[in-house]
C-alpha cells in the first residue's frame, strides 16, 4: 500500500506533501454580495415610503388595529374559515373515496358535484341560499318523497351565519375532493398490492398506508387552497354578516377619511392569519415526510443558528 | 410429501392475449419450486393467482386443499367476500421484485403490520418481529426507514414482513432481481436458510445456480404453457425441450 503510483503530470512537478498540506480556499461570490446591497437599499427605501406617507396615518392603524370591532370581524373570519375547511376537508375526503370507488353510481355522483360546485361561483353560491326562502318556504325532515317528522321554515333555519358556513363548506368540499384524490393517485400502486397480499383489511390500507403517504402530496395544495378560503370568507359580507373585510368596509363608510389606514389593517391581519398558516404548513410537510426523505431537513431555526456558528468560527 | 398448492387449468387473458393457457402446477409442502422461463412468459401471473392478487378467467387454485377466492357452491364457483379473500391470503406471504416496502413506516413497523392488524397483542408481534429481523441479519435496522437502507437491506426486511404472520406458504416474484449484483448474494442466502427450515415456497427467479442447488422442483414455464418440469438436475442440467435448452443457453 505504500507505494502509491505516481502523481500525473501536471504544468510544473509540484511535490505531493505541498499539494496535501494545502487548504481549500472557498470560491468566492461578489456578485451575491452586491445583489445582496441592491435588494437592502430598495427595501429600505420601501420601508422609508410607507411609514412616512402620511396618506397611511400610522396613528389611525395604531388606533384601529385592536378596536373590539375589528377584533369580533376576525374572531369571525377565523370561524368560518375553522369551520368550512373542517366540514370542506371531510367532505372532500368523502368525495375523492367516492370518485375512486369501484360503484359508478357513488363516482358519477361525486364527479357531478364536483362539476356543479366548481361551476357555480361562490358569491352567486352564497346569494342562493341566502335567498332560499324564495325557493323553498319549508325544509322538511323524513322519508325522501313521503312522510315527514319535522318541518323547518326556511327562514328560521338558515341564519346568515348558516349559510355562510354552509356554502363556504360546499364550495370547499368540491375543490378539496380534487386535491384529496390527487394525493391518493400519486401513491405507488405497488403499496396497495402489498397491502392487499398482507390481507390488511380495505379501511386500515386506506387509513395506515395510502392516506398518510397521500396527506404528503395533498398538504401543499391543500395550505394553498385554505389560504384562498381565508381571504375568500371576505365575500360572506354579501350576505351581511361582519367578518374582518365586513367590518373594514364598513367602518370606512361611517368613518370618512379612514379607509387607507382601515384597509391596511385588514391587510395586516391576513398577511398575519396566513404567515400562521404557513408555519403550520411548514411543520406538517415536515411531519409528513417521515420515511420519504433520507434524513430530514432542519428547520429555519436549526438553520440560522447552524449559519450563526459558521459566521462566528469565520471570524 | 402434500401438496401445498395446486393450480389446474388456469387460463389468464388480457384481451386477446392468453398469458396463462391451461396450466397444471403443483407446489408440494416443505419444498421449495422454482418457476423459471424467459420474460413475458407468464411467471408473475400464475404466482399473483395463487394468492388471488390476479384472478383467474377459468381454472382454480387451492392452497392447504382450501380453495382461494372462490367457494364451491352448489356446482358453481362464487367469488368470495373481499374480507375472506384478505383472511385467505394472511396465510401467503408475497415478496415483490420492488420490495413494496411502507415507506412511511419504520421496519420494525412494516414486519408487525399484519399481526397487529390481525389482533396479535404488540409485545408478541414486537418480540416476534426482532427474531424475524435477527433471522434474515438486520436486528439493528428496526427503527430505521426502507428508504435509509439497501436494496439488500429492503429485501431482507420485506422477507421478514411476510413471514411475520408465519404463513403456510410463501411466494417470491424475481426478489433478487432489483438488486446490484454484490447484494444478490445476501437475500439467497436468506432464502436457503428457509429452504433449509423446511419452509414452503414458490420462487420465481432468473438465478439458475440458485435453482439448481435450493429447488427440489422447477417448472419451466414458455408462452403461458409449462413446457417442462421435474427436479433440477432434469430440467436445467438435461433439458428434454429444445426451447428450453435454448432459454438456458441464453443466461450462461
Ligand atoms: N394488466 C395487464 N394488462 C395487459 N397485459 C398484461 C398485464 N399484466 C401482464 N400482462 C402481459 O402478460 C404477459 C405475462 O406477464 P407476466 O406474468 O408479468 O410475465 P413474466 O412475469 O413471466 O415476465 C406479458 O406479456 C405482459 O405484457
Ligand atoms: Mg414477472
New binding site residues.
Given amino acids: 500500500m505504500t507505494s502509491s503510483p505516481p502523481l500525473p503530470a501536471v504544468a510544473e512537478p509540484v511535490e505531493e506533501a505541498e499539494l496535501l498540506s494545502h487548504e481549500v480556499v472557498p470560491l468566492r461570490h461578489p456578485w451575491r454580495w452586491v445583489a445582496t446591497a441592491v435588494a437592502l437599499v430598495l427595501l429600505a427605501q420601501a420601508v422609508h415610503a410607507l411609514v412616512t406617507n402620511s396618506a397611511f396615518q400610522w396613528a389611525a392603524f395604531g388606533y384601529w388595529f385592536f378596536r373590539p370591532v375589528v377584533l369580533d370581524g376576525l374572531w369571525l373570519t377565523l370561524q368560518l374559515t375553522g369551520l368550512a375547511a373542517v366540514f370542506g376537508l371531510l367532505g372532500g375526503i368523502v368525495l375523492a373515496l367516492m370518485r375512486l370507488s369501484r360503484n359508478p353510481v357513488l363516482r358519477a355522483v361525486a364527479w357531478g358535484y364536483i362539476w356543479l360546485f366548481r361551476s357555480i361561483p361562490l358569491i352567486v353560491l352564497l346569494l342562493f341560499l341566502a335567498n332560499v326562502t324564495a325557493l323553498y318556504s319549508t325544509l322538511s325532515l323524513g322519508i325522501p318523497f313521503g312522510p315527514s317528522f319535522v318541518e323547518f321554515s326556511a327562514n328560521d333555519l338558515l341564519s346568515f351565519y348558516f349559510v355562510a358556513v354552509l356554502g363556504l363548506s360546499l364550495n370547499e368540499a368540491a375543490y378539496a375532493a380534487e386535491i384529496v384524490r390527487s394525493g391518493i393517485i400519486s401513491v405507488d400502486q405497488g403499496q396497495l398490492e402489498a397491502a392487499a397480499a398482507l390481507g390488511l383489511p380495505k379501511s386500515r390500507q386506506y387509513r395506515r398506508i395510502i392516506l398518510p403517504q397521500a396527506t404528503r402530496a395533498i398538504i401543499p395544495s391543500y395550505a394553498n387552497q385554505l389560504i384562498g378560503l381565508l381571504k375568500g370568507t371576505s365575500v360572506v359580507y354579501i350576505t351581511s354578516l361582519l367578518e374582518l373585510f365586513g367590518v373594514v368596509q364598513t367602518q370606512a363608510s361611517v368613518n370618512s377619511g379612514q379607509i387607507i389606514p382601515l384597509l391596511v389593517v385588514g391587510t395586516i391581519w391576513y398577511i398575519i392569519l396566513t404567515s400562521l398558516l404557513s408555519v403550520v404548513q411548514y411543520y406538517l410537510e415536515r411531519h409528513f415526510s417521515r420515511g420519504a426523505l433520507r434524513t430530514v431537513p432542519p428547520t429555519p431555526f436549526q438553520r440560522l443558528r447552524a449559519s450563526l456558528r459558521t459566521v462566528g468560527v469565520a471570524r | 410429501m402434500t401438496a401445498a398448492v395446486v393450480v389446474r387449468g388456469a387460463v389468464k387473458s388480457?384481451?386477446a392475449?392468453r398469458?396463462l393457457d391451461e396450466v397444471d402446477f403443483i407446489a408440494r409442502a416443505g419444498e421449495v419450486t422454482a418457476i423459471v422461463?424467459?420474460?413475458?412468459?407468464?411467471?408473475?401471473?400464475?404466482l399473483r393467482a395463487i394468492n388471488y392478487l390476479e384472478p383467474l378467467d377459468s381454472g382454480y387454485v387451492t392452497v392447504q386443499g382450501e380453495l382461494i377466492g372462490v367457494r364451491l357452491h352448489r356446482g358453481r364457483l362464487h367469488q368470495l367476500s373481499e374480507r375472506a379473500i384478505l383472511r385467505q391470503r394472511s396465510r401467503i406471504g408475497f415478496v415483490f421484485q420492488n420490495f413494496n416496502l411502507f415507506p412511511h413506516l419504520s421496519v420494525l413497523e412494516n414486519v408487525i403490520e399484519a399481526p397487529i392488524t390481525k389482533g396479535v397483542p404488540k409485545p408478541q408481534a414486537v418480540a416476534r418481529a426482532q427474531e424475524l429481523l435477527v433471522k434474515v441479519g438486520l436486528k439493528d435496522k428496526a427503527g430505521a426507514y426502507p428508504r435509509q437502507l439497501s436494496g439488500g437491506q429492503q429485501q431482507r426486511v420485506a422477507i421478514a414482513r411476510a413471514l411475520a404472520l408465519e404463513p403456510d406458504l410463501v411466494l417470491f416474484d424475481e426478489p433478487t432481481s432489483a438488486l446490484d449484483p454484490e447484494l444478490v448474494g445476501e437475500v439467497l442466502t436468506v432464502l436457503r436458510d428457509l429452504a433449509a427450515a423446511g419452509t414452503t415456497m414458490v420462487v420465481?427467479t432468473h438465478e439458475i445456480g440458485f435453482a439448481r442447488d435450493v429447488a427440489d422442483h422447477v417448472v419451466f414455464?414458455d408462452a403461458g404453457r409449462i413446457v417442462e418440469q421435474g427436479p433440477p438436475r432434469q430440467v436445467l442440467l438435461a433439458p428434454e425441450h429444445a426451447r428450453t435448452r435454448e432459454f438456458l443457453g441464453k443466461l450462461v
Avoid: A
Fill in positions: 388480457y384481451g392475449h398469458v422461463g424467459p420474460s413475458g412468459s407468464g411467471k408473475s401471473t400464475l420465481v414455464l
